[in-house]
């Protein structure tokens, strides 16, 4: 069935920017657009709200995993060229209400897991710190930089590094809009395992594997459970 | 620049240093009251966006005045000891924690929303080893500050933490050789400046109010802050500034 949903997904063969695939029973979202670092257009939000979409629909998806074939690169944030496209700002509430893909994010009754190589900045930032783990290599660096641009997070930012880190490296995340390392935010227990670039691949099989020994139904409801209590 | 007798208020260019002097390094009625009025002053300061607080002298403070722990019960006891007219102003506050921070040297740092330490610091909260309860607004704000595990830690067993701990714990985000520590903040404020000043207040405002939403409310919020920076010169500025690779000029409207 996981198989079947896919291929009905509308996702853009000419545009891969943004592809979903499958490991195990685990739905894998890979970010791959090289020559913009990453950056989450429109249609990348698309497709991921279509993503978390079929894990509501589709129970037997046990586990949602983020990752990047782009080298020294997570994702380096929400893409510019679509900042003010809404027409409005009721425009813009309206597009949010409709389809809330932070929220959506941050609620998914599976496990979620980032693989983090590279710069995670802005969105990307949000989306690892959405995730219930993540798996960073050494080099990888965390930023929120809206306010060098007039602007401020939009996916979570300022809710996620209050609710998870230490105050003042929090602040100071937000309002320098400068990186934090994976090492500073191993620090504080945010990274579940510092892990090596070349054995990104097996981690996410071993994760992923791993998963299969868990009964999905019932992890599904510990997760609601445990996100009614403390999210 | 507005001079009192324990606290000095010197503005700069869109930031502001408060330093505050001491008798025995402990915290008096006076001085809480000069400094509730020094932060309200920020607070009327619309060209000011961030503002460092820090001891002239040594250490942070090591205790409260007579005065305050032998009238603190007393049921018509002003000022408040909590500090909270400095969690009320709206732009980042920045605390140089060095030396000996016990007490209410401790408790004030915990009101600012960015610690940076000395390589000197050693913070503590001795009450309960003395028998006593923090009173300076310990209880509520370490536990915000860093994991829960440190802060009882800390609260209960009264234990000692320099610097290398304090920034293990996050305590502190920034550690500093005592004679470049003032330097080295002030390089570092100059970085947030220089960033757009209506955004630097509703990050605050999105951040501190989050921490009492659970996370629905909390991203519903933080949304409806950024429909308002949608809304400004300065975001048209920034965005503008990117794509043609320029450093923004930001006016804060």
Redesign the interface.
């Known amino acids: 069935m996981l198989i079947k949903n896919l291929q009905n997904l509308k996702v853009n063969k000419k545009m891969p920017e943004i592809t979903l695939s499958k490991r195990y029973n685990s739905l894998i979202v890979t970010f791959n657009r090289p020559n913009k670092k990453n950056a989450i257009n429109l249609y990348m939000r698309d497709v991921l709200w279509e993503a978390l979409e079929l894990i509501n629909l589709d129970k037997e998806i046990n586990g949602l995993v983020f990752i990047s074939s782009v080298d020294n690169c997570f994702s380096s944030g929400a893409d510019?060229n679509d900042?003010?496209t809404s027409g409005s700002?009721i425009a813009?509430?309206k597009a949010?209400i409709e389809r809330?893909v932070?929220?959506a994010l941050?609620?998914i009754d599976v496990p979620v897991l980032s693989v983090v190589d590279g710069i995670a900045y802005g969105a990307g930032a949000e989306i690892a710190l959405a995730s219930d783990w993540i798996f960073s290599t050494l080099r990888s660096q965390f930023a929120l930089p809206?306010?060098?641009?007039?602007?401020?997070?939009?996916a979570?930012?300022?809710?996620l590094?209050?609710?998870k880190?230490?105050?003042?490296?929090?602040?100071?995340i937000?309002?320098?809009?400068?990186s934090l390392s994976a090492l500073r935010l191993n620090?504080?227990?945010l990274i579940a395992k510092l892990i090596e670039k070349d054995n990104i691949l097996n981690e996410v099989d071993e994760w992923c594997s791993m998963l299969l020994n868990f009964d999905v139904n019932n992890l599904r409801t510990l997760k609601n459970m445990y996100m009614q209590l403390h999210? | 620049m507005t001079e009192k007798k324990f606290i000095n208020l010197i503005y700069y260019d869109k930031y502001a240093v408060v330093r505050y002097k001491l008798h025995d390094d402990k915290f008096s009625k006076l001085f809480l009251i000069e400094l509730n009025d020094v932060c309200n002053e920020i607070k009327k300061n619309n060209r000011c966006s961030a503002v460092i607080f820090l001891s002239a002298l040594q250490n942070s403070g090591i205790g409260w005045d007579e005065n305050i722990l032998n009238h603190y019960e007393q049921p018509s006891f002003t000022p408040d000891v909590s500090f909270d007219s400095i969690m009320a102003i709206k732009i980042p506050t920045i605390f140089i924690m060095k030396g000996k921070s016990f007490s209410s040297g401790f408790e004030i740092a915990l009101a600012c929303d960015i610690r940076i330490g000395s390589s000197d610091l050693l913070a503590c909260l001795p009450e309960s080893s003395e028998g006593k309860i923090p009173i300076g607004g310990a209880i509520e704000r370490l536990p915000m500050c860093i994991n829960q595990t440190a802060a009882l830690q800390i609260l209960l067993f009264s234990i000692k933490i320099n610097a290398q701990d304090a920034y293990k714990f996050g305590l502190v985000s920034e550690v500093f050789e005592p004679d470049e520590v003032y330097k080295k903040t002030i390089l570092f404020v100059k970085k947030i400046i220089s960033n757009a000043p209506l955004a630097l207040r509703l990050i605050k405002e999105s951040s501190k109010n989050g921490i009492g939403l659970n996370l629905v409310s909390g991203l519903k919020a933080e949304h409806d802050r950024t429909l308002i920076l949608q809304d400004t010169d300065d975001f048209v500025e920034g965005i503008s500034s990117f794509v043609n690779k320029k450093s923004p000029k930001f006016k804060g409207k």
């Open positions: 510019i900042f003010g700002i813009s509430k949010r809330d932070w929220k941050n609620y809206e306010p060098k641009i007039g602007y401020m997070p939009a979570g930012g300022t809710q590094i209050i609710k880190m230490p105050s003042s490296d929090a602040y100071k937000a309002f320098l809009g400068e620090d504080f227990g999210r």
